[in-house]
T-cell receptor
Framework: GENVEQHPSTLSVQEGDSAVIKCTYS??????FPWYKQELGKRPQLIID?????GEKKDQRIAVTLNKTAKHFSLHITETQPEDSAVYFC???????????FGAGTQVVVTP | DGGITQSPKYLFRKEGQNVTLSCEQN?????MYWYRQDPGQGLRLIYY???????QKGDIAEGYSVSREKKESFPLTVTSAQKNPTAFYLC???????????FGDGTRLSIL
């Protein structure tokens, strides 16, 4: 089955700097890659997603890039703010059932 | 998302007891999912359903059961066969296929 690896597990950045989280997936048939943000004790919330027919997608300070050949995708957060502190999860899906395989998560801490 | 309601927020299980977690959605989504989240880990799929009266096992279905008698409801029963049930349980729904999944607020289950 699909396996998604996520790095790093923790990331500490200064406010205003950029944060990058990387995920690799094993199944070349995967075609949908969402990113979720989860604050402590709360629900995961979708922040951005990308499909395999697109190489890059941007939404204000957040961008995701996809390299299908290398089977990896990355989340980029620019001009980080304290409210960006949370756990971020990547996921991959390969079939019409919509089953998602999640990475283990990255704890991002933005220090003022 | 306000359209997915999970209850209760906290639940305690005694030895040998079955407990049922509720998930209701008013988003008119056909697909619904149950995930388990353990500390420091990603989300793991327990069961999913694409249509009423049909559901499929996910990666960690042992010790759990579900039903899908109504489109808006997808309850999860944690049976006594699940020996390590302490976790955060998240319900999600979506349009079937590679579409964003939207999560409820979760139920935290603990053992007495």
């Amino acid at each position: 089955g699909e396996n998604v690896e996520q790095h790093p597990s923790t990331l500490s950045v200064q406010e205003g700097d950029s944060a990058v989280i990387k995920c690799t997936y094993s199944d070349s048939a995967s075609n949908y890659f969402p990113w979720y943000k989860q604050e402590l004790g709360k629900r995961p919330q979708l922040i951005i997603d990308i499909r395999s027919n697109v190489g890059e997608k941007k939404d204000q300070r957040i961008a995701v890039t996809l390299n299908k050949t290398a089977k990896h995708f990355s989340l980029h957060i620019t001009e980080t703010q304290p409210e960006d502190s949370a756990v971020y999860f990547c996921a991959a899906s390969r079939d019409s059932w919509g089953k998602l395989q999640f990475g283990a998560g990255t704890q991002v801490v933005v220090t003022p | 998302d306000g359209g997915i309601t999970q209850s209760p927020k906290y639940l305690f299980r005694k030895e040998g007891q079955n407990v049922t977690l509720s998930c209701e959605q008013n988003l008119n989504h056909d697909a619904m999912y149950w995930y388990r989240q353990d500390p420091g880990q990603g989300l793991r799929l327990i069961y999913y359903s694409q249509i009423v009266n049909d559901f499929q096992k996910g990666d960690i279905a042992e010790g759990y059961s579900v039903s899908r008698e109504k489109k808006e409801s997808f309850p999860l029963t944690v049976t006594s066969a699940q020996k390590n049930p302490t976790a955060f349980y998240l319900c999600a729904s979506s349009i079937p296929g590679d579409q964003p999944q939207h999560f409820g607020d979760g139920t935290r289950l603990s053992i007495l």
